[in-house]
């Protein structure tokens, strides 16, 4: 019934608000992004000239970049590792039948509810070695242990890296949760009779099934994990040091604080660049992993 | 080995332990930060840590109340969230409908571009975005702060509303229009009321959304502070740490009170949005 010229306008009309919200909050700024990495702002001495390329090759000869290139790279692997692993165990504890199965998903909901500010700044004293609730558990087993997480820098980058599983770890099991809904249940028995274990039928059955839900989910949250910064901002400020400033971290010190808006923008766009091409591949990728 | 009857007993212990680690490991945190919230501030540095109340007080919240503002922040949050939730929702059905029931390449590609959008990250924008704020006095003002409360939440409810309403027939449409309805009244009284379940529940996912957002108003407002960036604005008491933890931890347990409640009462509807947007992503 809409085939209607007339209502073409209409439908125009409709999607019009929606789209130019964010044509002006999201293609606007990406286009005066890529414009500015081309030129050297310094905002403080009021220098404002075109460079070309020349704020790209600083990228990679700055070392506060590199420190958090590495370590963006560090944390994005370990966090997904862990979301992977612990994800599906998680996953399968929530899809256990038992009288405690809604209360448990209650719970677990909860991380997801709440913003990574207020647990990254509970985070900061959670860790703090003398009254901080992380040592004072660990203490409960070894009462001489003493480790200030958040002064030395692998220890403060594991930190960070458990924050955000703590966080968003529920989140992903939820969705893993979400696919195992579908494998059905004719299948272990079937399974059964052939005289599979309850772990042979999950690496037979449940882990070939869900796979694919696990790829495609497991590219969002490597992509969230690349342009993660709420953690940092609150947690560590990118310390000790610059050992734990993610790269999202580092653009908006760049941009916001040392006002030196052109090598931030060209960071902001090598950063935009690897996402469009990391979700290109994997898309792809996963079209092509099918069961 | 063992019979049939002590396996199962065997199982449900193994379950049981299971869900309490679980259920300890991230209530066990949240319940510390409560103790901490209604701890006098001098006893938060004791070793070991008190995971019982002896003295409990309310002088962390009423110092919250009087010096740093809470019950404005706490209105102002409510303000911008509610508005950005409500005017969000209405932007967000309009194209929505369009989409789902127009089809031509001009809005194809407007879908595309849309879903896409969700993939240029905060940061990337942010400088270009501050400074054309400034330029046209939208920075620190409710207006700018909803605008870009409201672009984060329009590409997902977009996504969602538009696979309901692919589900709904045309036809329901369709004999509306020949009993006499103008398209507005159809759009209305007809395909809004069926919509009404999806609407809720991805209302509560943008509701969480909205007030877990964080880099919008730490960027885009100085003077107006939403209760997720005051958290990290509290003023440093005279102790040789750096957090003051009295005070973040009654903030903190402020923001979360609310949401576990919320969580408690939505928890289904929760789930269906949180799957929706999964098995669809």
Partial sequence: MYENKKYLTIAWILVLPALLIRVFTTIYPIIETFRISLYDVKLLRGINEFVGFQNYLNIFQDSKMITSINFTAIFVVGSMIGHIVLG?????ILNMKFAGQKVLRTIVLLPW??????????SKWAFNNEYGLVNDFIRWFNPSFKLDWLIHATTASNAVIAVDLWKDLPFFAILILAGLQFVSSDMYEAAKIDGAGAIRSFFTITLPLISKNILVLSIFFTMWRITSFDVVYAMTSGGPGESTALIAYRITTEAFTNLNTGYASSIAVVLFLVMALLSALSMRAAKRVDY | MFSNGSKRILLRCLMWTLAIVVAFLILFPLWWIFVSSITPSGELFSKPIKYWPVNPTLESYSYLIENVGLLEKSRDTIIIVGLSITIGMILSVMAAFSFARFKNKGLSLAVAFLLGSMLIPDVVTARPLYDFLRQVHLFDTYTGLIILYISGIIPFTILILQNFLSDIPVSIEESASIDGCGFLQSMFYVTLPL????????????FITCLNNFFTPLFYSNGISVLSTAITQLPLRDNMYAVPWDLVSSMGWIIILPIIIFVGIFQRQIMEGIMA????G
């Fill in chain 1, 88 to 92: 599906i165990a998680l996953a399968l």
């Fill in chain 1, 113 to 122: 509810a709440m913003p990574m500010v207020v647990i990254a700044m509970a």
């Fill in chain 2, 195 to 206: 919509l009404r379940p999806a609407i809720a529940t991805v209302c509560i996912v943008n």
């Fill in chain 2, 277 to 280: 947007g999964g098995v669809k």
